[in-house]
C-alpha cells in the first residue's frame, strides 16, 4: 500500500544527544515537509523540500537539519541546540501541481521526549 | 503574517446534530482549503478539501468556501460519537509552493 512510513513511532533523548527521525513515502511526492505540533497546538513547519538535494527552512528550523538525497526520504535530525525538542513530530508529503491541489498527507507521526 | 484562525473550543454537540466549525484566514491570495480530522495523539487525516465558493458534499460532511469573506467552513450531519476528534482547517497560498498553513484547530466532542 502507499503511503508514508515514520520510525521510531516513540524516542527518547538525552540532554545534548542528535537523533535522528525517518520518514519515508513511496507515493512518489514531489515535495516533503516536518511539521511539529506541541499539545493543544496547530501544526509548525520545521523543513521542506521540494526537490530531490534542496530544501528549505519553515517557521522553526533552528536546532533541526534535514537532508533530501532521494525521492522516498526526508530524514529530520534533531540536534542538541533544539533546547525543547519534546513534541509530536509529523512527516508529510504532497504531489506538487496535481489536481488534489497540494494536498498535504501526513505519517503516523513520532513522539519525541527529552530524558 | 498569513493567518489561519479557528475557534478552539471546545464544540459540544449532541449525537444526530448537525457540527458547525469555522476557519478565517487573513491572505486574500489564499486558493485551496482544507479540512483534516485529528483524533488525539494520531496524525492528522484529510476529510476533504474545496477550491470554489459555494459547498462541496462529501458523505456527511459539507465544505463551504465563501472567499469574499475569508472564511470556510466545514459541517458534519448526523454527528456521531466517533468525531469526537479535533479538526484542523488549512489554507495553501498562491505561491506557497505548495505549503499550508494550519489553524490550531476546534475540538469537537459529540455527546450519545
Known amino acids: 500500500d502507499g503511503g508514508i512510513t515514520q520510525s521510531p513511532k516513540y524516542l527518547f533523548r538525552k540532554e545534548g544527544q542528535n537523533v535522528t527521525l525517518s520518514c519515508e513515502q513511496n507515493l512518489n511526492h514531489d515535495a516533503m515537509y516536518w511539521y511539529r505540533q506541541d499539545p493543544g497546538q496547530g501544526l509548525r513547519l520545521i523543513y521542506y523540500s521540494q526537490i530531490v538535494n534542496d530544501f528549505q527552512k519553515g517557521d522553526i528550523a533552528e536546532g533541526y537539519s534535514v537532508s533530501r538525497e532521494k525521492k522516498e526520504s526526508f530524514p529530520l535530525t534533531v540536534t542538541s541546540a533544539q533546547k525543547n525538542p519534546t513534541a509530536f513530530y509529523l512527516c508529510a508529503s504532497t504531489e506538487v501541481g496535481g489536481y488534489s491541489g497540494n494536498t498535504i498527507y501526513f505519517g503516523e507521526g513520532s513522539w519525541l521526549t527529552v530524558v | 503574517q498569513k493567518e489561519v484562525e479557528q475557534n478552539s473550543g471546545p464544540l459540544s454537540v449532541p449525537e444526530g446534530a448537525i457540527a458547525s466549525l469555522n476557519c478565517t484566514y487573513s491572505?486574500?491570495?489564499?486558493?485551496?482549503f482544507f479540512w483534516y480530522r485529528q483524533y488525539s495523539g494520531k496524525s492528522p487525516e484529510l476529510i476533504m478539501f474545496?477550491?470554489?465558493?459555494g459547498d462541496k458534499e462529501d458523505g456527511r460532511f459539507t465544505a463551504q468556501l465563501n472567499k469574499a469573506s475569508q472564511y470556510v467552513s466545514l459541517l458534519i450531519r448526523d454527528s456521531q460519537p466517533s468525531d469526537s476528534a479535533t479538526y484542523l482547517c488549512a489554507v495553501n497560498i498562491m505561491g506557497s509552493q505548495g505549503n499550508l498553513i494550519f489553524g490550531k484547530g476546534t475540538k469537537l466532542s459529540v455527546k450519545p
Open positions: 474545496i477550491y470554489s465558493n
Open positions: 491572505d486574500r491570495g489564499s486558493q485551496s
